[in-house]
């Protein structure tokens, strides 16, 4: 955490950037340095919603399992969410260098080959194959602007 984030944000700084590294032959991810400190306690890896992972801090999977254990078991919506979310999860703790690795599953799950994009996605980091990213970028931003009022009912600005 850099001083600026330190000020704006406390302790809670939310994952922000887009980042462009390379998995390496045998499946692993360097980090961004900025979020090395948050992610280095561990983590919790697990397909996320678009075909791309989420990397969760273990706070924030705590606080998310904590929810999905409340949901009725009697929902097949939630029962089928919740297997899907925890059959993927992966725990990790990144090595010295920041390295994580992307276990064989989640890496076909989510498309990833070499190039990826690694995202801050506020509470979590989400890791999706680049040209992936990129289309769901471009397909997004023309709707981004025109979803504002339903977003910040009372206006971001």
């Known amino acids: 955490m850099n001083e600026t984030s330190a000020a704006l944000f406390g302790s809670a700084v939310p994952f922000l950037g887009t980042y462009t590294p390379r998995l390496d032959d045998k499946g692993r991810l360097i980090l961004p340095a900025k979020f090395r400190g948050q992610l280095a306690p561990g983590l919790v890896m697990t397909r996320g919603q678009e075909r791309c992972l989420f ?9 998310m399992h904590d929810q999905l254990r409340q949901a009725p078991v009697t929902s ?7 297997r899907v979310f925890l059959s993927g999860a992966s725990d990790e703790l990144p090595d010295k260098q920041g390295r994580i690795s992307i276990p064989p599953m989640l890496r076909r799950y ?26 769901y970028l471009e397909e997004q931003e023309s709707g981004y602007a ?5 977003v910040f009912p009372n206006g971001p600005f």
């Open 55 to 63: 990397l969760l801090p273990i706070d924030e999977f705590r606080r």
């Open 76 to 82: 097949k919506q939630a029962r089928d969410y919740l």
């Open 110 to 135: 989510a498309g990833l080959d070499r190039d990826v994009a690694v995202i801050g996605a506020g509470t979590r980091v989400e890791i999706w194959d680049l040209q992936a990213w990129e289309s």
């Open 146 to 150: 025109d979803t504002t009022e339903e």
